[in-house]
């Protein structure tokens, strides 16, 4: 029973650092929007495309972050 638990605590763990791994690629997502914006507004439809592949990458990753927390969720 005390293994299963510190196994317990061990993925949870895991998931949480997961979580800010996520948060962070998220942030770096957005970051990486608003500097394509202020460095190339005259190309702009190169920008419009790369803008919607980031903001894509941008929505999957916050769909895995909730399933994550929903995951953390069920097992406590």
Do not use: A, G, S, W
Not at 14 to 34: D, G, K, P, V
């Amino acid at each position: 029973m005390e293994i299963e638990i510190l196994l317990l605590l061990l993925l949870l763990r895991q998931l949480f650092f997961l979580q800010l791994m996520l948060l962070l690629l998220l942030e770096i997502t957005l970051l990486l929007l608003l500097l394509l914006l202020l460095i190339v507004p005259q190309q702009v439809l190169l920008m419009l495309v790369v803008l919607m592949d980031l903001y894509q990458t941008y929505l999957k990753l916050h769909q895995i972050l909730d399933l994550l927390v929903l995951l953390q969720v069920f097992l406590l």
